[in-house]
C-alpha cells in the first residue's frame, strides 16, 4: 500500500504538472506553430533536457540514490546528509564545467544536435543562440535532481513531484510577459526556461530544509563512498536515459527531413508523455527508493511483491491509454493545437507520429517499473548494455524507415527498439532469479490486455459513425471527443472489475488506509 500511495502521491502531481505543460504547449504551438522557429526553440529546449535526464536525474540519482538509502539506514541522518553534502560538492562543480564547455563550443554541440540546421545560417545561428540561453536551466536542475532524490528517499514525495509545475509556470509566464519585450516567442521561451531552473532549485532547497536536510555547499573531495558513486554513473547515464537517447536520435534524424519534422514528433511526444509520466514517472521514482530500502534489509520477497505491483498497476493504466491514443490521435491533436500558426496539415501529421509512439508506450513504462530491480542491487552496468543494443536497433530502424515514412518512421523506430528494451530487461532479471510474474499478474495482464481491444474496437467504429460530424476547430470537435473518452473509460474499468482484472476492494482500501 506504501507502494501505491506513493505512486498516487506522485502520479496526481504530474498530473497537475502534465495538465499544466498541455496549457505550455498549446500557447507554444499557437504562437510558434510547426515551422522553423519552433524546430529551433525545440532543439534549444531538448539540449539541457537531455543531459538533466541522463546525467542528473538519470545517472546521478540511479547511483546516488541506492547509496543514500543504505547509509540513511545503516549509518544515520547525519552521516546520509554529510555524503548528500559531498554528492551535491562533486555534482555542482563537474556541471558548472560542463556547462561553461558548452557554452564555449555551443556551434559545434549545435552540428551534433541538428546537423540539418547547417544548410540555413539564420536558423543555425538562431539555434546557437537560444540553446546558450536555455543551457544555464542545467546547472540548476542538476542539483535539483540531487534534492529530489533526497527528498524521495525520506518518503517525501510531495514536492518533488510538484517541481515540473514550477517549469510550466515559468515558460506560460514568460509567454505572456516576456513576448513582447524580446525578438521573438521563441527567445521569451528561452530566458523562461532558465528562469524555471532558478525557482525550481530555490524550491527544493527550502523543502529539503523543512525536511530537516539543510544542505550546505562544502568543497570537493573524493572518499570511498564517492568514488563508488562516480564508478556506477557512467553506466547508469545510458541505462536509465535510454528514452532520451532515443529521442535525441529522433531529433538529429529530423533535421535532415522537411522542416516541421521536429516539431511534429515534439508535440506528439508531448501527448504520449502524459500518461508516460503520470503512470511511468511516478512508478519509477517510488520504486527505486522501496526496493533500496527493501534489499538493504534483505526483503528480497517483498521486492519482487514490490516491483510486481509496480508493473501491475503501470499496465492496468497504460494499455488502454496506449491503445486510446493510436485510435483516437487524430481528433486529440486537433483539439490540443490546431489553432493559430498549427494549421490541419501539421495537425495530421503530428496525429501519425503519435500513434507511433503510443504503440511503445507499455514498454515505456515497464522499463521504468524494471530498472529500479537492476538500480536497487547497485548493478549500473547491465541496463548500460541493453541500452546499447536497443540504441542500435533505434538507429537502424530510423535509416532504413525515415526515408519511405518520413518523421513517422522515426517515431515507430523509437517504439519498437523500446519493446526490445523492456523485453531484455525483463529476461535478464528472470534469468538471474530476481523478477517472476506471480499468479497475479498472469491471471489479470491477459484480461487486461483483451478489455483494452475491446475499448479499442468501440472506439475505432464510433469514431467511424461519428466522424462525419467532426467540424476541426469547432467547439462540437472536443464535445465529441470528451463523449469518447468518457465512453472508453467506462467500458474499461466497468469489464475490468467485472472479469476480474482489478478489483473494487483493493482500490477502496488503497484509499481508506492510512499510510506515508
Known amino acids: 500500500m506504501m507502494l501505491l500511495r506513493s505512486i498516487i502521491t506522485v502520479g496526481g502531481l504530474t498530473m497537475v504538472s502534465r495538465v499544466l505543460g498541455?496549457?505550455?504547449?498549446?500557447?507554444?504551438?499557437?504562437?510558434?506553430?510547426?515551422?522553423?522557429?519552433?524546430?529551433?526553440?525545440?532543439?534549444?529546449?531538448?539540449?539541457?533536457?537531455?543531459?538533466?535526464?541522463?546525467?542528473?536525474?538519470?545517472?546521478?540519482?540511479?547511483?546516488?540514490?541506492?547509496?543514500?538509502?543504505?547509509?540513511?539506514?545503516?549509518?544515520?541522518?547525519?552521516?546520509?546528509?554529510?555524503?548528500?553534502?559531498?554528492?551535491?560538492?562533486?555534482?555542482l562543480w563537474s556541471t558548472l564545467v560542463f556547462v561553461v564547455c558548452v557554452q564555449i563550443f555551443m556551434p559545434y554541440v549545435m552540428i551534433g544536435f541538428a546537423p540539418g540546421f547547417k544548410n540555413n545560417t539564420e536558423q543555425f545561428n538562431l539555434a546557437v543562440l537560444l540553446t546558450r540561453i536555455t543551457f544555464p536551466y542545467l546547472l540548476f536542475i542538476s542539483v535539483a535532481s540531487l534534492m529530489s532524490g533526497v527528498l524521495n528517499s525520506l518518503g517525501k514525495f510531495a514536492a518533488a513531484a510538484a517541481t515540473p509545475i514550477l517549469l510550466n509556470i515559468c515558460l506560460i509566464s514568460?509567454?505572456?510577459?516576456?513576448?513582447?519585450?524580446?525578438?521573438?516567442?521563441?527567445?521569451?521561451?528561452?530566458?523562461?526556461?532558465?528562469?524555471?531552473?532558478?525557482?525550481?532549485?530555490?524550491?527544493?532547497?527550502?523543502?529539503?530544509?523543512?525536511?530537516?536536510?539543510?544542505?550546505?555547499?562544502?568543497?570537493?573531495?573524493f572518499n570511498n563512498n564517492i568514488s563508488k558513486m562516480i564508478r556506477r554513473i557512467l553506466p547508469a547515464a545510458v541505462g536509465a536515459g535510454v528514452y532520451q537517447i532515443s529521442l535525441l536520435i529522433d531529433t538529429i534524424i529530423a533535421s535532415l527531413l522537411p522542416s516541421g519534422s521536429i516539431s511534429?514528433?515534439?508535440?506528439?511526444?508531448?501527448?504520449?508523455?502524459?500518461?508516460?509520466?503520470?503512470?511511468?514517472?511516478?512508478v519509477g521514482t517510488a520504486l527505486l527508493p522501496l526496493m533500496s530500502r527493501q534489499l538493504s534489509a534483505a526483503d528480497y520477497k517483498g521486492a519482487l511483491n514490490s516491483q510486481n505491483r509496480a508493473i501491475e498497476l503501470s499496465l492496468f493504466l497504460t494499455l488502454p491509454a496506449a491503445i486510446g491514443l493510436v485510435v483516437l490521435a487524430e481528433p486529440t491533436i486537433s483539439v490540443l493545437f490546431e489553432r493559430g500558426a498549427f494549421d490541419a496539415v501539421s495537425a495530421r501529421s503530428t496525429a501519425e507520429a503519435l500513434a507511433m509512439y503510443a504503440l511503445g508506450l507499455p514498454a515505456y513504462v515497464v522499463i521504468k517499473a524494471l530498472v529500479p530491480g537492476f538500480f536497487a542491487r547497485e548493478d549500473t552496468a547491465t541496463p548500460v548494455k541493453i541500452a546499447v543494443v536497443s540504441l542500435l536497433i533505434n538507429v537502424i530502424l530510423n535509416i532504413i524507415l525515415m526515408d519511405p515514412f518520413l518523421h513517422v518512421g522515426i517515431a515507430a523506430a523509437t517504439a519498437i527498439s523500446a519493446w526490445c528494451n523492456a523485453l531484455a530487461l525483463a529476461f535478464i532479471l528472470k534469468r538471474r532469479g530476481y523478477f517472476a510474474l506471480d499468479k497475479q499478474n498472469i491471471v489479470r495482464l491477459p484480461r487486461m490486455l483483451v478489455i483494452s481491444s475491446l475499448m479499442g474496437?468501440?472506439?475505432?467504429?464510433?469514431?467511424?459513425?461519428?466522424?462525419?460530424?467532426?467540424?476541426?476547430?469547432?467547439?462540437?470537435?472536443?464535445?465529441?471527443?470528451?463523449?469518447?473518452?468518457?465512453?472508453?473509460?467506462?467500458?474499461?474499468?466497468?469489464?475490468?472489475?467485472?472479469?476480474?482484472?482489478?478489483?473494487?476492494?483493493?482500490?477502496?482500501?488503497?484509499?481508506?488506509?492510512?499510510?506515508?
Open 22 to 91: 498541455f496549457c505550455r504547449d498549446i500557447m507554444i504551438a499557437t504562437f510558434l506553430g510547426a515551422g522553423v522557429i519552433a524546430d529551433v526553440f525545440f532543439v534549444a529546449f531538448k539540449a539541457p533536457n537531455l543531459f538533466r535526464r541522463l546525467f542528473a536525474e538519470g545517472a546521478f540519482n540511479a547511483a546516488f540514490v541506492p547509496q543514500f538509502v543504505d547509509i540513511l539506514e545503516h549509518d544515520g541522518k547525519i552521516k546520509a546528509r554529510i555524503f548528500a553534502e559531498q554528492a551535491l560538492s562533486i555534482l
Open 174 to 221: 514568460s509567454l505572456i510577459i516576456l513576448a513582447r519585450y524580446t525578438n521573438t516567442p521563441a527567445h521569451a521561451l528561452a530566458w523562461g526556461v532558465t528562469i524555471a531552473g532558478i525557482v525550481q532549485f530555490i524550491w527544493l532547497l527550502f523543502n529539503c530544509g523543512w525536511a530537516g536536510f539543510w544542505l550546505r555547499l562544502i568543497r570537493p573531495q
Open 264 to 282: 511534429f514528433l515534439f508535440f506528439a511526444d508531448r501527448v504520449n508523455q502524459l500518461p508516460l509520466g503520470v503512470v511511468g514517472v511516478a
Open 457 to 516: 474496437a468501440v472506439l475505432f467504429f464510433s469514431l467511424v459513425f461519428l466522424n462525419k460530424f467532426f467540424v476541426y476547430g469547432s467547439p462540437i470537435q472536443l464535445y465529441i471527443l470528451t463523449i469518447l473518452v468518457f465512453v472508453g473509460l467506462i467500458i474499461y474499468f466497468s469489464f475490468s472489475f467485472l472479469i476480474g482484472a482489478a478489483k473494487w476492494s483493493e482500490l477502496k482500501q488503497l484509499f481508506q488506509r492510512k499510510g506515508t
